[in-house]
Antibody
Framework: QVQLVQSGAEVKKPGASVKVSCKAS????????VHWVRQAPGQRLEWMGR????????KYSQKFQDRVTITRDTSASTAYMDLSSLRSEDTAVYYC???????????WGQGTLVTVSP | QSALTQPASVSGSPGQSITISCSGT?????????VSWYQQHPGKAPKLMIY???KRPSGVSNRFSGSKSDNTASLTISGLQAEDEADYYC??????????FGGGTKLTVL
């Protein structure tokens, strides 16, 4: 069965970077896009960017363009989201999601809590 | 990219029907048939309920339906049940490989 399993919670200091992983199983990893979405406490979902797991092509939200890098390792069936220059407002749960086609984002990871605190 | 506009909250009694709106612009909701709806219970990951405006993924109850008119999409839940109480988010393709979410709507089942 399809699964996206994310790495564990992180606590970071302001100015640091964080790298969250999303390991896929149960399907051909390189056949679909993987998106990253975050949700600050009590706030809405926010799209950050996506990677074409096949060719590695990326697209980022303008809001995060300067600070986010999404990569993948096809041999490990894993996508990564790296966010730099962390500030307190980046405290959030970060999700990865598989896009099959169109707006069909059918499987989501369990979420990774990133806490930014001095 | 501005968030799509949803009502902050809606409510209904068991068995009733409710509709949640999602307003955007001609560059997102109105421009593409790529609107989806997610249900999110507290502390859980979003669950896809509707995609491509009105399609239901396998396993989702037919009590959930979606539609779109011009720049506004809608999610209708009929035969409201206690377990439908959750937050609901719309999402739309916004062109140039980008996506945007709505502000979220808290559904209360009275």
């Amino acid at each position: 069965q399809v699964q996206l399993v994310q790495s564990g919670a992180e606590v970071k200091k302001p100015g640091a970077s964080v790298k969250v992983s999303c390991k896929a199983s149960g399907y051909t990893f390189s056949s679909y896009n993987v998106h990253w979405v975050r949700q600050a406490p009590g706030q809405r979902l926010e799209w950050m960017g996506r990677i074409n797991a096949g060719n590695g092509n990326t697209k980022y939200s303008q809001k995060f363009q300067d600070r986010v890098t999404i990569t993948r390792d096809t041999s490990a069936s894993t996508a990564y989201m790296d966010l730099s220059s962390l500030r307190s407002e980046d405290t959030a749960v970060y999700y990865c999601a598989r896009q099959v086609a169109g707006s069909l984002f059918d499987y989501w990871g369990q979420g990774t809590l990133v806490t930014v605190s001095p | 990219q501005s968030a799509l506009t949803q009502p902050a909250s809606v409510s209904g009694s068991p068995g009733q029907s409710i509709t949640i709106s999602c307003s955007g612009t001609s560059t997102d909701v109105g421009g593409y048939n790529y609107v989806s709806w997610y249900q999110q219970h507290p502390g859980k990951a979003p669950k896809l309920m509707i995609y491509d405006v009105s399609k239901r993924p396998s396993g989702v109850s037919n009590r959930f339906s979606g539609s779109k008119s011009d720049n506004t999409a809608s999610l209708t839940i009929s035969g409201l049940q206690a377990e439908d109480e959750a937050d609901y988010y719309c999402s739309s393709y916004a062109g140039s490989s980008t996506w945007v979410f709505g502000g979220g709507t808290k559904l209360t089942v009275l």
